[in-house]
């Protein structure tokens, strides 16, 4: 079985360092910034406020002392590298897959910089609505969560066109 049966896809991989880029330029910049756990009002439902996030999504397992550091870099490596083949492997027409798959290596990638180096992820986009806050995020995040819509975009069309194909 070949692992790769289209390296001109790797052209995409520009996506992914560029939300790496991004994402850590942007938490530099909050770090640097910012006063942590004091919010920033921007606009209304909107604030920038500088958190670390020691576990993973919704601060799962921050407080597990420790080994969920190496946890969650490990399977930040694995899932990359997976994804990486998957990307390699697409056809060559298959540019929002690509995109949506680019789109969540960099945002794995750009957590995964955080883990490595601090331990801990840098958030600091805060959204809310009256006294009720959603779980602050990063650059990262808002890639990956980009990235996983658009890889359902893409199955949900795929999905029609292969009824439209079977309809006769």
């Known amino acids: 079985m070949q692992l790769i049966t289209n390296p001109t896809m790797a052209r995409w991989l520009w996506l992914s360092v ?15 910034m910012l006063d942590p756990y004091h919010p920033l009002p921007l606009v209304p439902l909107l604030n920038l406020t500088l958190m670390y996030n020691e576990g993973a999504a919704f601060s ?12 969650f870099a490990c399977f930040a490596i694995v899932m990359s590298v997976v994804l990486v083949i998957w990307l390699l492997r697409l056809g060559p027409r298959e ?7 680019s789109l969540v290596i960099g945002g794995a990638v750009g957590n995964l910089v955080d883990r490595v180096l601090t331990g801990r992820v840098v958030d600091f986009i805060d959204l809310y609505v009256g006294d009720r806050h959603w779980p602050a995020f990063n ?10 819509v658009l890889l359902l975009l893409g199955n ?12 006769t």
């Open 18 to 32: 560029l939300v790496v880029m991004l994402d850590q330029a942007t938490k530099w910049l909050a770090a640097t």
């Open 60 to 71: 799962f397992l921050a407080g597990a002392g420790g080994w969920q550091r190496w946890f």
């Open 95 to 101: 540019h929002l897959m690509a995109a949506a798959l």
């Open 139 to 148: 650059g990262a995040d808002s890639a990956i969560t980009l990235g996983v």
């Open 156 to 167: 949900l069309r795929e999905g029609r066109r292969g009824q439209d194909n079977n309809v």
